[in-house]
């Protein structure tokens, strides 16, 4: 693991396994960005995938899939 500095932001990943609730609550702890799982495979889409990105864009956290 790297060594933590100013320039390394916190990210987090996230699935429908989590259920966050509160994104403006990760975002206030320090999270800047948020890997959220996409698609399994070729047959499986997240179902919550586009509720998370939803929930990140509206309080501002970087994203990736």
Known sequence: MQN???ENIKAIDVSHHNLIQDWKKIAASG???VYIKLTEGK???DADAY???LGTKGVGL????
Do not use: D, E
Request: glycine content about 12%; overall charge positive.
């Open 4 to 6: 933590r500095s100013k």
């Open 31 to 33: 999270v800047k960005g």
């Open 43 to 45: 047959s499986y889409v």
């Open 51 to 53: 509720k998370n990105y």
């Open 62 to 65: 970087r994203v990736g899939f």
